[in-house]
């Protein structure tokens, strides 16, 4: 568990990692700051593209030879960025080092899949959805430290050591979870079929949706939230790694609640629950902003709430959107994952668009991302039937 864990925070911390060193690279590099930027945007879309790939290979090939090729792919690919002599290589290195740190997190979820059933799923997802949530949001931190005593090639260093260690614990602690007899034949046509008769699957999709709408009003929040506490509100980059870290915690204590309560509550009550509350601190903050005006506080505050709310939608869709599709986790896990990561990639950058004199961009298009994940939840997943639940977690919920 500990292996998977770390499989699934090395992409999102290679995601930003190195952005506190992005002036840096323009002059090192001698290339624009929209050139520099592209090298983020390439990576997520290798994180996307890797996702929706590897996954549902894996469920005709198994997940361990896909877990060890990816994750020395991703060593390899690292060090390409640790020595890019100009941007146009960087790049294209970051789209691939994306495609194949995409395996350690799209396979970490289709072998929990494979190992645990019953309210014991849930429990296990609340630890990796924990860590998809803080991982982007200290990334920026872990790197402004590297930076602090390094060049911005030393990031790439870093995860080139993080992705050996990470082969090494694979080849030890990690083996295959699906047994041959298991996996699905017919070569990658059908495969690809199996993804294809998800997508058409109305509930799942709806869980699918709801994940990716909640995570594009996350990287929203990561995008624009340093304009808005260091430029608008004036604080110091110290105390804006502290209000990062608060509101991580808030994130991981929705984790912890989740992964006591599941077993005991409906997982779709946990999931309704969890967008409600994100729904309620995205408006308050929207309400702040048009009413009071912009403070520190209640921007905090507000965040904090959404966060939290955020950190129970998280392990919830997981939960469920693989207990739907257990004949397939490896192509869920893909559309589960790769379209959180294609709907991140799709906000970030939205907050920027909308002007830089007020918080309100951001508040609005958080907003925006959890109303229509409401809505979602509502129209295609309706939670109201159950769909998805561990059978003993239902009995224990009717039972409580």
């Not at 072998?111 to 990334?139: C, E, K, N, Y």
């Amino acid at each position: 568990m500990a292996v998977l864990a770390a499989l699934t925070s090395v992409a999102p911390l290679a995601t930003d990692m190195y952005v506190p060193g992005f002036p840096a690279m323009g002059d090192t590099l001698g290339a624009s700051s929209s050139a520099v930027q592209l090298t983020m945007t390439a990576f997520l879309a290798g994180l996307v593209v890797g996702q929706l790939l590897i996954g549902p290979l894996s469920d005709g090939l198994g997940r361990r030879r896909l877990l060890l090729g990816g994750t020395a792919g991703f060593v390899l690919f690292s060090l390409l960025c640790a020595v890019a002599p100009n941007v146009g290589l960087l790049t294209a290195a970051r789209f691939l080092q994306g495609v194949a740190g995409a395996a350690g997190m799209v396979l970490a979820r289709a072998v929990l899949t494979d190992r645990f059933h019953g309210a014991d799923l849930p429990r296990h997802f609340a630890v990796l959805s924990q860590i998809m949530g803080v991982a982007p949001i200290a990334a920026p931190v872990l790197g402004g430290a590297v930076l602090a005593v390094s060049t911005w090639r030393a990031v790439f260093a870093v995860l080139t050591v993080m992705g050996l260690l990470l082969l090494l614990a694979v080849l030890r602690k990690v083996p295959e979870t699906l047994p041959p007899e298991r996996r699905h034949g017919g070569g990658m046509a059908s495969t690809f079929r199996a993804m294809g008769a998800l997508l058409a699957r109305r509930a799942f999709m709806g869980y699918v949706l709801v994940l990716a709408l909640v995570s594009a009003a996350l990287f929203a929040y990561i995008g624009g939230s340093s304009f808005v506490f260091e430029n608008l509100h004036g604080v110091s980059s110290g105390m804006y790694s502290l209000i990062f870290a608060v509101n991580a915690v808030g994130m991981l204590i929705a984790g912890f609640v989740f992964s006591r309560l599941a077993g005991r509550v409906r997982l779709n009550t946990l999931l309704t629950a969890g967008v409600a509350v994100a729904g309620l601190g995205a408006l308050a903050q929207v309400l702040l902003v048009v009413t009071v005006g912009e403070t520190l506080a209640g921007t905090w505050a507000a965040l904090f709430v959404t966060l939290t709310g955020i950190g129970l939608v998280f392990p919830a869709s997981m939960s469920i959107g693989q207990g739907l599709a257990r004949s397939t986790p490896g192509a869920a896990s893909a559309l589960l994952g790769g379209l959180q990561f294609l709907f991140g990639a799709l906000a970030s950058p939205l907050v920027g668009l909308f002007g830089e004199d007020s918080s309100l961009p951001m508040a609005l298009i958080m907003l925006i991302a959890v109303a229509a994940a409401g809505l979602v939840l509502v129209a295609l997943a309706r939670p109201w039937q159950g769909q998805g639940e561990p059978e003993n977690a239902v009995t224990g919920a009717r039972a409580a």
